[in-house]
């Protein structure tokens, strides 16, 4: 995934918000590497916090199926 998506949406969110959190990855390769990125603006805590509580939602969702060790 190119760096402009990421660019586009921070335009986009840009002073709407006190932090906010970019993720995206693109398919897997031939032997299953993923360019992953990940960008954020804000208080670098703030953005830990919402990393933590995005995480915790998926693994309540799907207790049987642990997504971090």
Sequence with gaps: ???????KY?????????CYVIITCDE?????????????DGD???AAFLIDGA???L???NEEIPLFS
């Design 1 to 7: 995934m190119e760096k402009d998506f990421h660019e």
């Design 10 to 18: 921070r335009k986009m969110l840009d002073g709407k918000h006190a």
């Design 28 to 40: 897997p390769d031939d032997v299953g590497r993923m360019n992953v990125n990940f960008s954020f």
């Design 44 to 46: 670098p805590a703030l």
């Design 55 to 57: 995480k915790n939602h």
């Design 59 to 61: 693994e309540e969702e």
